[in-house]
């Protein structure tokens, strides 16, 4: 299976300043047609998760773009630029390449 | 608009047998994978089943800690994703949320596997 291992477990960040979350592959995530099969999720607290970013790079509906991702084949970054109150919340990355679909740990994201 | 609605939790005992649902709405059911997930208290997302489209031959996928309990389905008629939980265990204890390619998730149903 393929295992993403996200860090740092969680991050403090005063509103309006920038957080940045890494996650980690085992395995590359490109596949054989050329996409990268990388998503990040958020999670508030007491909901379900919520589709961020799909294909590494590219914001889910609706989602600001103050949320950006980046990465190679297997180690990729979630930035969330002026972080606002409703960003509070686990965020996951998960990968779609083969089954099992698996996800990282979380990051849980608090206010200072 | 994508619309998804879990039923069907509770509180079962050890060995004991559930039937959790999902009303899909807002799309073609037929042309989407499904899928199940569940997330334990306190812990982190787990994908547990999926259930390929129609152009697939709804073709099933499981995790190995579910495979030969839990049966993921489809009434394609009614627009239903099913799945049947036999012989659940304290460790199926989770909130089980359906979801459509997760791009879309339902807001989740509990089941409490304890005697």
């Keep these: 299976d393929i295992v993403l291992t996200q860090a740092p477990l969680s991050v403090s960040v005063t509103p309006g300043e920038s957080a940045s979350i890494s996650c980690r592959s085992s395995k590359s995530l490109l596949s054989s047609k050329g996409i990268t099969s990388l998503y990040w999720y958020l999670q508030r607290p007491g909901k379900s998760p919520q589709l961020l970013i799909y294909q590494m790079s590219n914001l889910a509906s609706g989602v600001p773009d103050r949320f950006s991702s980046s990465g190679s084949e297997t180690d990729f970054t979630l930035k969330i630029s002026k972080v606002e109150t409703e960003d509070v919340g686990v965020y996951y990355c998960g990968h779609r390449l083969e089954y099992p679909w698996t996800f990282g740990g979380g990051t849980k994201l608090e206010l200072k | ?115």
């Design chain 2, 1 to 115: 608009e994508v619309k998804l609605v879990e039923y069907g939790g509770g509180l079962v005992q050890p060995g004991a047998s559930l039937r959790l649902s999902c009303e899909a709405s807002g799309f073609t059911f037929s042309d989407f994978y499904m899928e199940w997930i569940r997330q334990a208290p306190g812990k982190g997302l787990e994908w547990i089943a999926a259930s390929r489209n129609k152009a697939n031959d709804y073709s099933t996928v499981y995790s190995a800690s579910v495979k030969d309990r839990f049966t993921i389905s489809r009434d394609t008629y009614k627009s239903i994703l099913y799945l049947q939980m036999n012989t659940l265990k304290p460790e199926d204890t989770a909130i089980y949320y359906c979801a459509r390619g997760l791009s879309h998730w339902g807001q989740g149903v509990m089941v409490t596997v304890s005697s």
